[in-house]
């Protein structure tokens, strides 16, 4: 498979990236992953600068290859993040965005000559983001884990691809070379996966997280906070089906209020990625959770996958 220019100019091997999982994707997750040869991504998350600080350098000390960081736009403190990354213009080659429209930062980010790349899941915010000069995109479907939008891969990569010009990375549904070939079939130069990354050997995530997740089958992920306003997806457990349970509640109501619906959901990334709660906590996890069977070092992932992919491209099965 040949690299397209834009991903020979991050100077990757693979063109994969490795989603920016809030509370899971950490500077030595990254660093495994950039240094095997895709594009490690920090997950700012919620988390206040000092600790996204402190996670870019450890990922500048363990590899001298490019990584990226996550901003997730509905965060509190996406702006000082915004700051931190900027004052790191140096270490970091690469910004994606989650949540919402970085549109007001994409200046910025291009003056420091970082990489704009803004996670869409419609045909519109990608056209908006070619608008105000972001590099590129990625696509990403609702098969994905966490927050998700409201079409699927199949469906939104190649029409996305249709509507702009710039590169497109597939998301959302890609867990192996299978995923990643039809995703460049549909037009996709690249493909984030971050579910796969989740058993890595160099990711934190608590053993029942992994566990979780080796166990799933394809009908373990659920969609929470359909209502309430943010739809996550995650793995079936009790917190999951008392939170839709809940905000079903609250919708049939004549005047909805979710704020204890939302205080239900505070936290509960935390209890599952630190404490492995698996009663209170929220797995987030994607659809391909049912595929992904062992726990491997980053860099054989990204060997497996992209040998997979490139065989399928070049017409061996
Ligand atoms: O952002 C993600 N995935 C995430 S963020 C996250 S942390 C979180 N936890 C609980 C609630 C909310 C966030 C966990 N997983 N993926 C990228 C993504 N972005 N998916 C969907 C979108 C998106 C949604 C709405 C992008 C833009 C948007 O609106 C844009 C606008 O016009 O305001």
């Known amino acids: ?47 206040p600068a000092e600790v996204v600080d402190k996670e870019i350098q450890i990922a500048k000390s363990l590899t001298d290859r490019p990584f990226g960081v996550n901003v997730m736009l509905l965060s509190p403190y996406a702006e000082e993040v915004v700051q931190t990354v900027l004052a790191n213009k140096d270490k970091v080659a690469v910004v994606t965005t989650g949540a919402g429209n970085p549109g007001k930062y994409v200046d910025e980010f291009k003056k420091a000559n970082i990489k704009v790349i803004p996670v869409v899941g419609s045909v519109a915010l990608a056209r908006m983001m070619e608008r105000v000069g972001v590099d590129a995109v990625v696509a990403e479907g609702m098969e994905s884990g966490g927050h998700i939008g409201k079409l699927t891969t199949m469906a939104l990569v190649p029409q996305v691809v249709d509507a702009v010009s710039i590169p497109v990375i597939a998301a959302g549904g890609i867990g192996d070379g299978r995923g990643m070939a039809a995703a460049f079939m549909l037009g996709a130069q690249g493909v984030q996966m971050g579910t796969r990354f989740l058993v890595a050997a160099e990711c934190k995530v608590h053993p ?73 906590g929220s797995f987030m996890a994607g659809e391909i959770s049912g595929m992904v069977k062992k726990q491997q070092p980053a860099a054989e992932i990204l060997l497996e996958v992209y040998t997979q992919a490139d065989k399928l491209l070049n017409g061996e099965h």
């Open 208 to 280: 029942n997280y992994k566990k979780a997740v080796l166990k799933a089958k394809d009908v373990s992920t659920m969609v929470t906070g359909d209502f309430a306003g943010h739809p996550s997806r995650v793995l079936k457990n009790k917190m999951a089906q008392k939170f839709v349970k809940l905000e079903k509640a609250e919708a049939a109501k004549e005047h909805p209020d979710y704020t204890q619906v939302e205080e239900l959901g505070n936290g509960s990334l935390q209890r599952a990625v630190i404490d492995g709660d698996t009663e209170t």
């Open 1 to 47: 498979m040949e690299l397209s220019p834009f991903m020979k100019s991050l100077g990757l091997k693979y063109p994969i990236f490795q989603g920016g999982m809030a509370w899971v994707a950490d500077g030595k997750l990254a660093a495994a992953v950039s240094n095997a040869g895709g594009l490690g991504i920090i997950g700012a998350g919620n988390a």
